[in-house]
Structure formats: structure tokens, C-alpha cells
């Protein structure tokens, strides 16, 4: 079944960089595009880029060129690297799958979510 | 970047009740719109895509709707495990965006 999975750090340093794996199962990502979206605690969502099925990403460019999407595909993993963390960048990070039905995407798998702290 | 306005941010509603809850997009995004459903400390599940298909699984007491750029999620009786955020997100250009979540709650 399809399943996505983040590994990554709780706790970050203020001004380091976050390293997160966005393990997946169930399906390839030269088939699918995963996404990356985070959540401030007890805000809404926040749509960070993209690693489309042909190698090709996309970012929000709210975080300009802090962000870094990148993917082994022998591995089943996609990567997201973020520098210069600052306080407003503790979330919850998630990784979820892009979907096509009918013609139109959504992020049809999500994963559970990786609660990272960014501190000072 | 397309803006999606997402009213009202809050909401509190009795079993049974119909309850809707609109966003609004910036500019033309045909049916690429879909609305999620999240619950505290879950991830996001999806419940409509293409503006108005449902999702797999999903009760058929949800459904979406689109005018021209407003799009629209209807509950059409309100259950005991509705109560939760609910986001619409737009999927027709990068960088997709999310509306601001509506609260719902259960009076």
C-alpha cells in the first residue's frame, strides 16, 4: 500500500539547517510528484515545493533559496535541506503524494508529519 | 501567485445542520481545486478533488461545488466526527496555496 514516511530532526538549531527524508513505499517517484507542506503550530498549511516525477522541482518562493528539494530514486526518498532556520520556521513537516483522478492532482497520501523545533 | 480566500474562518453548527464553507480563488483555476479535512495532530485527508468529485471512502453528505472562481464544500448533515479544519487548495499552478482553514465545530 502506499505509505510516505518523514525522518528528520525535533529540535534545530537557530541559523542551522534542516534536513528532512521523506521515505516512501507503494508507488515510484518518476510516476508520482511529492510534495512538502508545513504547518506552524495551531496554524494552517503552507505549501513549500515540489519534486516532480521527471526530476524537475518548484518552490514557494516565500522561502526564496533557503529550500532545497532533492531525490534518490533508488531509495524511494525525496529531500528537503532549509538554511538559515529561524524561530518561525518550527512546524510540522509533511511530505505527501500527488495523485491524478479524472484528469485533475491532489494530494491524495500524506505522511504523518515530522515536528521540527527550531531554537535559540 | 493565485490568493485563495477561504470564509469563514470559524464556524460552529448542531448535528444535522447543512454547513457550507466557500473559498474564493484570485483568478480563473477551472476545477483545480480540492478541499481536505484535518484533524488534531492528523495529517490532512483529502475529500473532494476536481472542485466537485468526491473521494474515495469519503460519505457522500460531502460535496463541492464551483461558480466561476468561488468554490464551495457542503456538509449537508452535520456528524459527530465532522467537527475539525477544513482547507481548500488550489493544484492549477505552482505554488499551490492552501486556503486559511475554517474551524468547525460542533454546537
Known amino acids: 500500500q502506499v505509505q510516505l514516511k518523514e525522518t528528520g530532526p525535533d529540535l534545530v538549531q537557530l541559523t542551522q539547517t534542516l534536513s528532512i527524508t521523506c521515505t516512501v513505499s507503494?508507488?515510484?517517484?518518476?510516476?508520482?510528484?511529492v510534495h512538502w507542506v508545513r504547518q506552524p503550530p495551531g496554524k494552517g498549511l503552507e505549501w513549500m515545493g515540489a519534486m516532480w516525477n521527471g526530476g524537475g522541482t518548484d518552490y514557494n518562493s516565500a522561502f526564496k533559496s533557503r529550500l532545497s528539494i532533492s531525490r534518490d530514486t533508488s531509495k524511494s526518498q525525496v529531500f528537503l535541506k532549509m538554511n538559515s532556520l529561524q524561530t518561525d520556521d518550527t512546524a510540522k513537516y509533511f511530505c505527501a503524494r500527488q495523485g491524478y483522478y479524472d484528469g485533475y492532482a491532489s494530494f491524495d497520501y500524506w505522511g504523518q508529519g515530522v515536528m521540527v523545533t527550531v531554537s535559540s | 501567485d493565485i490568493q485563495m480566500t477561504q470564509s469563514p474562518a470559524s464556524l460552529s453548527a448542531s448535528l444535522e445542520e447543512i454547513v457550507t464553507i466557500t473559498c474564493q480563488a484570485s483568478?480563473?483555476?477551472?476545477?483545480?481545486l480540492a478541499w481536505y479535512q484535518q484533524k488534531p495532530g492528523k495529517s490532512p485527508q483529502l475529500l473532494i478533488y476536481?472542485?466537485?468529485s468526491l473521494a474515495d471512502g469519503v460519505p457522500s453528505r460531502f460535496s463541492g461545488s464551483r461558480s466561476g472562481t468561488q468554490y464551495s464544500l457542503k456538509i449537508s448533515r452535520l456528524q459527530v466526527e465532522d467537527p475539525g479544519i477544513y482547507y481548500c487548495?488550489?493544484?492549477?499552478?505552482?505554488?499551490?496555496?492552501f486556503g486559511a482553514g475554517t474551524k468547525l465545530e460542533l454546537k
Open positions: 476536481g472542485a466537485t
Open positions: 507503494g508507488f515510484s517517484l518518476t510516476t508520482y510528484n
Open positions: 483568478q480563473d483555476i477551472g476545477n483545480w
Open positions: 487548495l488550489q493544484g492549477y499552478s505552482a505554488p499551490y496555496t
